[in-house]
């Protein structure tokens, strides 16, 4: 299973682990060496995923502590690859008895057996969002060394359910609202609304689906390549790489189909910067300067604590009922996950961009 535990080119992530074996963790190569790393910054991002940080997210206690093997010496990058774990401290196996044998609705259960000939059906093994806390390590530290190059990110969930920031109120938000809600929408009313819509749904043993919003300021003009490794391209696969993401856009996205030409044609100012952003900051699949500007559907998580019809080893069509800690709506713990992508390939591009140049 080892062709697919590897992202990125210049820097470059490997993960290892399952939701419920001893620890999870990864490798990263390519940062270079003298980077000074705030270990503090990268237990905040992890934070953030964590289980159990609210009512509105799974209760599986983990405390996600990240430890640092190799890589950073004195506080600083040495160049040579970081190594990390995180371990695993909250396990409960036996939620995942019941389906053994059963294959969950909308899970990687059944393609997982037929592709490898077994599964890990502890929390889903391999295939499980546990997997992502590694992601958010290495894009905590991506971050950190773009920083020096004033490249920022702000990531924001902006809908939940059928509740959602119009683009009157995505022109007035108060960005340093972000964490001070636990959904990390920044329009408080807004956020009142998802908080009791996710509660509701819980209440109900079911799940809601939503979408995060991210924006990258300062990107210098040339990031991405021609064809096939387009930035746009580079963020979309990285976006879907990551567990129930469902949906993507850039700039106008979906809603570019409703526009003519002349309307969505982003217009040039005399140094090169645009008066519209439609294109998202991406044209040609090269970044032009502008903020990069994109969204990323979730779908409803999967286990839902209701009655279902599953699949069973034996070609049986069984009832089963979702068990174990799960969380109602993904968004609110993906924010980090999101940034921490989007972050990945931006780093990497821009030390492709620094070879050329």
């Not at 502008?290 to 559907?297: C, G, H, Q």
């Amino acid at each position: 299973m080892a062709a697919g535990s590897s992202f990125g080119t210049l820097f470059r992530l490997s993960t290892f682990g399952e939701s419920h074996g001893v620890a999870i963790g990864g490798v990263i190569d390519g940062v270079p060496s003298n980077i000074e790393i705030d270990i503090d910054l990268v237990q905040q991002e992890l934070d953030k995923r964590k289980p159990g940080q609210s009512n509105l997210v799974t209760q599986r206690k983990e405390s996600d502590s990240v430890v640092f093997l190799s890589g950073i010496f004195e506080g600083k990058t040495t160049g040579s690859p970081i190594g990390f774990m995180i371990q695993n401290e909250n396990q409960k196996s036996k939620d995942y008895s019941h389906i053994k044998d059963v294959y969950r609705p909308s899970h990687a259960d059944y393609v997982y057996t037929q592709k490898y000939g077994n599964r890990d059906y502890r929390g889903g093994g391999r295939s499980s969002a546990r997997e992502t806390a590694s992601r958010v390590v290495a894009g905590s530290i991506a971050k950190q060394v773009l920083k020096q190059f004033q490249i920022e990110f702000i990531t924001f969930v902006d809908q939940v359910g059928n509740v959602a920031l119009n683009k009157e109120e995505l022109k007035c938000l108060d960005l340093s609202l972000i964490e001070s809600n636990p959904v990390r929408c920044p329009d408080q009313d807004k956020a009142k609304l998802m908080e009791q819509l996710i509660l509701k749904i819980k209440k109900e043993g079911d799940t809601i689906g939503g979408t995060i919003r991210c924006i990258i300021n300062n990107i210098p003009v040339g990031l991405g390549e021609p064809v096939f490794e387009r930035l746009n391209a580079q963020l979309a696969k990285a976006m879907f790489s990551i567990n129930a993401v469902k949906g993507f856009e850039i700039g106008s996205g979906f809603g570019s189909v409703t526009m003519k030409g002349s309307e969505h044609n982003d217009l040039f100012n005399v140094d090169g910067s645009t008066k519209s952003n439609n294109s998202g900051g991406i044209q040609g699949g090269i970044s032009n300067g502008m903020p990069i500007e994109m969204r990323v559907a979730f779908k409803p998580v999967a286990t839902v604590i209701q009655k279902q019809d599953a699949l069973n080893g034996d070609g049986e069509i069984v009832e089963m009922m979702g068990k174990g800690r799960h969380d109602p709506c993904v968004v609110p713990r993906a924010v980090p996950i999101v940034e921490a992508m989007a972050a990945m390939v931006i780093l990497d591009n821009y030390l492709m961009y620094k070879a050329y140049t």
